[in-house]
Each structure stands twice: as C-alpha cells, then as structure tokens.
C-alpha cells in the first residue's frame, strides 16, 4: 500500500532477470506490499522462500508429523499467502511495463477493504472495529476452507494460506503494538496501525493518543521502508541468511511469535479439515483460536 517507491524498484529490477518466470516475479520492494518479505527472487532466486513463505514453512514443519500439511498441499498454503500481496491478476500490467506493474500493485493494496487483509486501520477505522473486521474476515475464510476441502481442495489450501497471511502481519512491529503482560503467555495486542492517510476526525488511537503509521508517524512518510516490516533480528550476519538454518536462527521475536502462531492456527484448520466438524463447533473453534491470539491488551 501506499506510495511507490522507484528507488526501490529500482534495487529490485536487477534481479528479475534471474527469476524463472513471470510467476516468480514479485517487485517491487515497496514499504506496503511484502510485509515480513524481501521479495521472492531478491532472496533465493526462487518462488518459495520469502518472508511470509519461510514463517508458513517453520509453522507448519514444528508440527507433530501427523498433524502437517504435505509439502504438496503447503505449496497451496503458501501460495495463498504469497499472492495476497502480489495477485496473479496483477501481472496482466506487465504487458505495459514493471512501473504499471508497480502501480497497480500499490493501487490494490492501497484500497479501504484491504486493509483488514494486513490487519491494519482503515483511514476512518480505530483499533477494535479494525481487529473485528480483520476477524470476521479470517473466520470467513477458515469456514470457506473447511466446507471446500472435500471438493476443492486447492481453493481450500489458498483460504487456508491467505488468513495465514493476516495472522502473519498481525505480529509485525510495522502493523501492530504488541505487549508480552505474561513472559511465558502470548502476546496482547496494545494498537493496530495505519498506512493511509487517517480521515477527519480518526487521528487518535483507541486510547487517546496518536494514531501510529506504518514506517512512522509522519504523515509525509507514510509507508516508506522500514526494517520493522523485516523477520530477521538486526545485525550484520543476519543481512541475507540463506540456508532454513541461517533464516531460523535469524528470526526476530516478533517472527518468531508469528511462527507460533501460524503453527497453532495450521495445526487447528489440518485438524478441522481431516476430521470433519459440525459448522458451529468450528466457528466456536476458530472463534476462541482468536481469541488468544488478538486480544486486546487489559491497560
């Protein structure tokens, strides 16, 4: 979302030329689009492995053998969530040029009823009725996935991969505040953040305070590049870490909470979907994995 970003298309261009197909192209770098991600080719030149793809992986890999996703049907989890911030629709702007492509990604990403996709403020939303649309949306999609899975298995695995997605920003520095109150319990959440311009009369926060941008809190720079979008910890050795091993032991806190995250919610909807449930037992399921899970922060 946002403005785009020609320095940072311009970092990117030189690496589509390694990419496979048009299907592995993901520019640009933007401050909005790719939260938790640097860009499927600009990390391993390959489709697979960026931000939100290796927090997917190691959520689902720390599950008991029995309670995975094949790595066939994770490449649909992941595939799901990848195209929430880069829709394969997108690439018809192609055709013109990698700019058009740009711009049409930033548009998308830009409109009021995506915001809920990234957990974020709408321009004229505060924090609880923005959690509760972002909610109600992953219900309706882990629902949709549970009723699909018999009979489209594949659109079930993409609904899957897309709430994924949301649950993923959730715990990014650059979406949301969040406070540990417990050192041993989940994480609460304190706000949600903005991308966009906040409308007349919505610059507070749900307790009275300013509301906080993604990448600041200067309107002038709303949506600029910022490491708090990145699932890595700082430091030099953790600048482009390669392996699954040097990505794992470069996990920040906040990824590596998304991963916890991520491996109940997966370890939940394999458990919906394998095992059957009656419509009310699994929203009531979903419901209380919520729960847990975005719950606002008690002071």
């Known amino acids: 979302m946002g403005r785009s970003s020609l320095a940072a298309l311009l ?8 990419c496979g197909s048009l299907l592995d192209l993901c520019p640009p770098v933007d401050g ?14 390959g489709s697979f492995f960026a931000g939100h793809e290796w927090v997917t992986y190691f959520g689902n890999d720390a599950l008991p053998t029995q309670d995975r996703f094949t790595e066939a049907e994770l490449g649909f989890i992941v ?3 990848r195209r929430t911030d880069f829709p394969l629709e997108m690439l018809v702007h192609l055709n013109t040029s990698v700019v058009a492509y740009t711009k049409a990604i930033v548009e998308y990403q830009d409109r009021p009823e995506n915001q809920r996709v990234h957990f974020l403020l709408r321009a004229d939303s505060l924090s609880v009725e923005a959690k509760a649309e972002a909610e109600a949306l992953m219900l309706e999609k882990s629902m949709e996935a549970v009723q699909l899975w018999s009979t489209e298995r594949v659109r079930a695995l993409t609904k899957i991969g897309q709430v994924c997605h949301t649950i993923q920003d959730s715990y990014s520095a650059a979406h949301t505040v969040r406070r540990r109150p417990d050192p041993d319990g989940p994480t609460c ?13 919505f610059d507070m926060d749900r307790k009275g305070r300013p509301v906080l941008f993604h990448g600041g809190d200067d309107t002038t720079t709303i949506g600029h ?25 470069c996990l920040s806190d906040d990824a590596k909470d998304a991963v916890v ?3 109940d919610y997966l370890a939940l909807m394999h458990d919906l979907v394998v095992n059957g449930a009656p419509a009310d037992e699994v929203e009531g399921a979903i419901t209380r994995f919520f729960a847990v899970r975005f719950a606002f922060c008690a002071d």
């Not at 689009?33 to 990390?43: E, I, R, T």
């Not at 959440?189 to 009369?201: E, L, N, P």
């Not at 699932?231 to 482009?240: E, L, Q």
């Open 261 to 263: 995250a991520t491996s």
């Open 32 to 45: 909005r689009v790719g939260f938790f991600s640097k860009g499927d080719c600009v990390f391993t030149r």
């Open 79 to 81: 595939e799901g969530n």
């Open 189 to 201: 959440i304190d706000v949600m953040k903005s991308f966009v311009q906040r409308a007349d009369g």
């Open 225 to 249: 590049t910022t490491t708090e979008d990145s699932i890595y910890r700082a430091g030099r050795d953790c600048h482009s870490p390669r392996t699954a091993e040097e990505v794992e032991g």
């Open 11 to 18: 970092v990117t261009t030189p690496f589509l030329t390694t």
